[in-house]
C-alpha cells in the first residue's frame, strides 16, 4: 500500500475519530469518515496494550496486507483500531473481520473482495513469533 493511501498525520486520525462513524466486532473497530480525495485512506492504530513494538507492527503489517485486497468505493478516511484478540487470530480470522466490517458500513459490495495472495503457511498460527522458512522468505522478497 502506497504512502498516497496511508492516514498520517494526527489531524487525519482525529477527523476520523471525531467526524466519522464506527462499526465494531471481536477483532478490529472501524472509523470511516468520507473524504473529498479521489483514493481512500487508511490508518491502523495498534495501542500498547497489545504488546511492544515489535507486535504491533506486526499487526499493523498484516492489517494493511488485509486492506490491499480490498476493493474499497467511493473516497474514505478508515481507521482501523485493534483490539487484544486479534493477538490470538489468525490472518484468516483478521481478514474475514476486516471484511465483514467494511461490509456492515457500506463502503465495499459483498461481490468486491479480491482473494489474497499471501502465502498464508508463513503466517503463525498460534504465536505471534514468526519463524523464518524458505517460503515465507519468497514471499517476503
Given at each position: 500500500m502506497g504512502k498516497k493511501y496511508r492516514l498520517t498525520s494526527k489531524s487525519d486520525f482525529s477527523n476520523v475519530y471525531n467526524g466519522g462513524f464506527s462499526r465494531a466486532n471481536r477483532l478490529l473497530v472501524l472509523k470511516a469518515l468520507p473524504n473529498s480525495l479521489s483514493e481512500s485512506r487508511f490508518g491502523f492504530s495498534v495501542?500498547?496494550?497489545?504488546?511492544?513494538?515489535?507486535?504491533?507492527?506486526?499487526?499493523?503489517?498484516?492489517?494493511?496486507?488485509?486492506?490491499?485486497?480490498?476493493?474499497?468505493?467511493?473516497?474514505?478516511?478508515?481507521?482501523?483500531?485493534?483490539?487484544?484478540?486479534?493477538?490470538?487470530?489468525?490472518?484468516?480470522?483478521?481478514?474475514?473481520?476486516?471484511?465483514?466490517?467494511?461490509?456492515?458500513?457500506?463502503?465495499?459490495?459483498?461481490?468486491?473482495?479480491?482473494?489474497?495472495?499471501?502465502?498464508s503457511s508463513c503466517i503463525p498460527r498460534e504465536s505471534v513469533r514468526v519463524k523464518s522458512s524458505p517460503a515465507c522468505l519468497a514471499v517476503l522478497v
Amino acid at each position: 500500500m502506497g504512502k498516497k493511501y496511508r492516514l498520517t498525520s494526527k489531524s487525519d486520525f482525529s477527523n476520523v475519530y471525531n467526524g466519522g462513524f464506527s462499526r465494531a466486532n471481536r477483532l478490529l473497530v472501524l472509523k470511516a469518515l468520507p473524504n473529498s480525495l479521489s483514493e481512500s485512506r487508511f490508518g491502523f492504530s495498534v495501542s500498547r496494550r497489545i504488546g511492544n513494538a515489535v507486535v504491533r507492527n506486526r499487526v499493523k503489517r498484516l492489517l494493511r496486507e488485509c486492506v490491499r485486497s480490498q476493493l474499497v468505493k467511493g473516497s474514505w478516511d478508515i481507521v482501523f483500531i485493534a483490539r487484544k484478540p486479534v493477538l490470538s487470530a489468525t490472518f484468516q480470522d483478521i481478514r474475514q473481520s476486516v471484511s465483514i466490517l467494511l461490509k456492515k458500513s457500506g463502503i465495499i459490495e459483498e461481490s468486491e473482495v479480491i482473494p489474497s495472495t499471501i502465502n498464508s503457511s508463513c503466517i503463525p498460527r498460534e504465536s505471534v513469533r514468526v519463524k523464518s522458512s524458505p517460503a515465507c522468505l519468497a514471499v517476503l522478497v
